[in-house]
C-alpha cells in the first residue's frame, strides 16, 4: 500500500513560518525524488519544491524562492518543507508527490492527501 501523508499545516500570521512534512510508505523512499505542489481555491495546482533522491539537489519555484527550503531525512521516510516569511499568497492546499517533474501532473503516481495552510492576519 502505498502512502503519503502530509502534515504541519494551519493557521499562521503574515510573516509567521511553518513546517511540512511528508511521510512515505509502499515503495523505496531512498530511491524517489520527491516534490512540493500547492493549491489555492479555484486554481490550478502550482509547483512548488522538488529535491533529489539523495538530498543533494533543489529546485524552487521563483513564488517562494529565498522563503522555502525542501529537505528530506531518507532513514524516516520523510520529506519536509520548511516555510518562512509566509504571505498571504501562500494560502493553498500542499501536496506531496514522488517524482520531479515540475507541472507535468500525468508524470506523478502517487500523491498525498494535502494539507491546508492558512496565512491570514
Known amino acids: 500500500e502505498v502512502q503519503l501523508v502530509e502534515s504541519g499545516g494551519g493557521l499562521v500570521q503574515p510573516g509567521g513560518s511553518l513546517r511540512l512534512s511528508c511521510v512515505a510508505s509502499?515503495?523505496?523512499?531512498?530511491?524517489?525524488?520527491m516534490t512540493w505542489a500547492r493549491q489555492a481555491p479555484g486554481e490550478g495546482i502550482e509547483w512548488v519544491s522538488d529535491?533529489?533522491?539523495?538530498?543533494?539537489?533543489?529546485s524552487y519555484a521563483d513564488s517562494v524562492k529565498g522563503r522555502f527550503t525542501i529537505s528530506r531525512d531518507n532513514a524516516k521516510n520523510t520529506v519536509y518543507l520548511q516555510m518562512d516569511s509566509l504571505k498571504p499568497e501562500d494560502t493553498a492546499v500542499y501536496y506531496c508527490?514522488?517524482?520531479?517533474?515540475?507541472?507535468?501532473?500525468?508524470?506523478?503516481?502517487?500523491w498525498g492527501q494535502g494539507t491546508q495552510v492558512t496565512v491570514s492576519s
Open positions: 509502499g515503495f523505496t523512499f531512498s530511491n524517489a525524488a
Open positions: 508527490a514522488n517524482g520531479a517533474y515540475r507541472n507535468s501532473w500525468t508524470k506523478y503516481d502517487y
Open positions: 529535491i533529489n533522491s539523495g538530498g543533494t539537489s533543489t
